[in-house]
């Protein structure tokens, strides 16, 4: 079954099930238009695409299966920044939150920021605004970004972030903000279902940390390059980076060391803003 064949069965599934197109676009969390394109074979659907109109549509596990694994085929999908921001990155935060809200377990890593989910508004600020987007665009990305850090407090939900130290180092905002940024993570690292590891730079490294990654649950990986973001559900590439988020977990401070180590480094952008 090709992505054109995927199209038309998801096309006779929701008129089948007696759904309007509206209603299914809604909770699939995508247009109205999109769906049109997908269901017409105009449109290509993404994995995550063909997952979250599944899931509107209400089918059995049975027929969820066969048409995830034929949109697994051709799993592995890189979409330019680019286009994102041609079609609207706020939007794509959106398609992030309908998966994250799917997700019981969810790991990150991080080598180059502090990850959006744990972002304070100064420091998201300052990190959307190195792309050049308009004003507009700019308050909607955030808006979308605090949007999901609701999910954090969700206790039936497991997550599990890893940064270098260098993420808790880079000067992205001024020295108070940053000392703020850092409480951020000791706060929310004191909540039961939220582990926040750091990868001190005097340790020996596992593996090179590349690129920041996302796994959702052990079926999807979210890959994120300087010029796209590749998504894959192939399961070789996904244990592939499961295997190195348990490498660099293995070496990371968590806990109260965590805790500690992020706190020195906080009173040292402290005495920085004292002294500046």
């Known amino acids: 079954m090709n992505n054109i064949s995927i199209g038309r069965a998801l096309r006779e599934l929701r008129e089948a099930s007696g759904k309007q197109a509206k209603a299914v676009a809604r909770s ?3 247009s109205p238009s999109k769906l049109s394109k997908i269901e017409n074979e105009a449109l290509s659907p993404s994995l995550i695409d063909v997952e979250r109109i599944l899931t509107a ?5 049975e027929v969820k299966a066969r048409l995830t694994e034929a949109a697994r085929r051709a799993a592995t999908e ?3 920044w680019r286009v994102y921001r041609r079609t609207g990155l706020h939007k794509h935060q959106g398609e992030i939150r309908a998966v994250e809200a799917r997700t019981h377990l969810m790991r990150l890593f991080q080598p180059a920021c502090i990850p959006g989910l744990l972002q304070t508004p100064e420091y998201a600020r300052a990190v959307l605004g190195r792309h050049c987007y308009t004003d507009g ?3 909607k990305m955030m808006g979308a970004r605090l949007l999901r850090q ?4 969700d206790t039936s939900r497991v997550f599990r972030f890893l940064v270098t130290e260098s993420v808790i180092r880079w000067q992205i905002v001024p020295p108070a903000m940053m000392a703020t940024q850092l409480d951020k993570l000791v706060t929310m690292s004191r909540i039961p279902h939220v582990s926040i590891g750091v990868i001190p730079l005097s340790v020996p490294m596992t593996d090179l940390p590349s690129s920041s990654f996302v796994l959702f649950d052990s079926s ?3 890959v994120k390059i300087p010029h796209a973001e590749v998504t894959t559900s192939e399961s070789r590439d996904v244990e592939l980076y499961e295997k190195r988020f348990d490498g660099f977990a293995r ?9 500690a180590f992020v706190s020195g480094v ?3 952008f402290l005495r920085q803003q004292e002294t500046g």
């Not at 609701?150 to 407090?153: A, D, G, I, N, R």
């Open 28 to 30: 699939a969390v995508m």
């Open 57 to 61: 549509l209400e089918v059995s596990d």
């Open 78 to 80: 890189a979409t330019a």
């Open 137 to 139: 665009a700019l308050e």
């Open 150 to 153: 609701e999910l954090l407090y």
């Open 220 to 222: 999807l990986a979210i």
């Open 251 to 259: 070496v990371a401070l968590v806990g109260e060391e965590m805790r």
């Open 266 to 268: 906080r009173d040292e």
